[in-house]
């Protein structure tokens, strides 16, 4: 459903070329649960980039259910962000002016949905924090604030749920809660790709990749 | 992303910096304040205008004693060139023919007193000026004949000194002697306003002006307007010849032609309102560029939420959108503050009296709409560049921005 061919995203600092990602590939199928794990500049990040049709490889081809991204424009993209993928990032990155309710419904806005209100709820009580829906981010803990932005990745039912190091601002007992969450939702079927730097919470995982400089230097099974 | 959804979000963003908001709109505020508030004050004093000239007679010539310094000797218009005009055998183009003498006079009732212009006029007058009589009567030739000591008074005189009464019949005191009042006029308004007295000539040549035979102007109507430079000629050589003014000397007499003056006091007030315009539409760049300014600072500091808006699928016309959508509001926001302002300030200066003159500031429809439309455009215009910065930030770098 996924699958990186020779993908290579090279970074160029005036004289000096960076290799970002050299010559990746790799698949994946439909309802896998994988983490991306190594150490820090070793490209996890800009793989995730790619895989969520942020960024653009340099070479190699991208295709995602079936299509390949290549050719698209950046409204496509954009377009695709919002049906086929979800996002959850280390820093939450929840509009901080907007209601817990108001964030999880944006998407929803984006793809010109109706009855976003009652969506956007029950996307909040999927995911247990039905009762702080018209709570700031300000005002929720960053376990809350994590979950809101998992029901917001969810919202539109996509294929493939992108987490970069989803608990790397949680503690541990926030961050095993979280993993639950997503393990709970990979068991519905959606795919989920989560970088961490930590092997207890790529143990929840099915699959592990590590990459090192770039390059993936092993991918196994658990 | 529906319109209704950028709006409401660009009413949260304007909200949420209540102090920014005001402050950057404050340029259209004002901008669009002083334009409403100019151009209603400009439409008041055209229709004050439009209803003095109606008043006096616009197709009259006005014929006064010359003050150019140049004419050595003068000799004042008296009742007998008044009298001369009449003659139809030298002047067949004139129809009318209205002297009058006025001088300013303190008159009281009762306790009650006004400072007015009190002129002396024949009956005559009111061919040529729209008096309408509200109660008794107006003056007759038998009281120019006679000298007789009547008054009739202007509506805002008869109204301060007498009150609700009746002013007909009443005694009238005036520089020493008294004066019967036979007659009230109605509202006029216009420039003169209503505060004055009317007496025939006679009596005010030899109760208030000092006896002679001298009038200060005389208003003469052509019979048919095609006949008006006629009328200046014939005007011109009767006047010369009774004057004794030598060939080749100027006169010591000047026509005023009234659409002559009316041209030209619309022309001043055409230049007075592309004035306006200008300053309005300084204000309106600068304020323009205020909004653009705080837009721009606003695209910095929201990096990171147009990040995450693309993130999660925003596209290029979204973010360009939400942007203006959010400069034109701002914008739309300080025109109506101006607008409110600008109605409140005219209200104010209805109620106030400037002497005399009653000009009442017009806020009319097709103001409103396009001070509205005015403030929209401008936000729009000062939008764009911002929008455009927005729509086009890469998603990656907006969220790694801090
Ligand atoms: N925008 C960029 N410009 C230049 N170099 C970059 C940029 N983004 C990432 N890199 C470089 O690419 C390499 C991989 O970065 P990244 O994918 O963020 O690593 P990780 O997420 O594994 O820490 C690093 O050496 C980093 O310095
Ligand atoms: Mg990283």
Redesign the pocket.
Known sequence: MIELKNISKIYDIGDVKVAALNNVSFTCEKGEFISIMGH?GSG??TMMNILGCLDRPTSGSYIIDSVDVAGMTDDELAAMRNRKLGFVFQSYNLLPKLTAIANVELPLIYSGNNHRRQRALAALEAVGIGKRASHKPSEMSGGEQQRVAIARALINDPLVILA??PTGNLDTQMSHNIMSLLVEQSKKGITIIV?THEEDIAAYTQRTIYLRDGIIIEDKKR | MSLWESLKSAWQAIFSNKTRSFLTMLGIVIGVCAVVLLVSLGQGFQASMTTTFNNMGASALYISTSTDKAVTSVRPLTLDDAEALQDKTVAPSISVVSPTLSSRVTVQYGNNSANVQATGVKPVITEIRNYQVDQGRFITDQDVTARSNIIVLGYQTATVLCGTDNPVGKSVRGQGSKYQVVGTLQKMGGFGGDSYILMPLTTMQSKLTGGGNNVQQIAVKAVSSDLVDSVISEVTSVLRNRHYIRTGAADDFTITDMRETLASMQATLAGFSLFMGAVGAISLIVGGIGIMNIMLVSVTERTREIGIRKAIGAKRRDILLQFLIEAAALSLTGGLVGLGLAMLGAMLMGNISLGNTTVTPVISAGIVFIALGVSIGTGLVSGTYPAFRAARLDPIESLRHE
């Open positions: 820090s996890k990040s970069d190091e970088v």
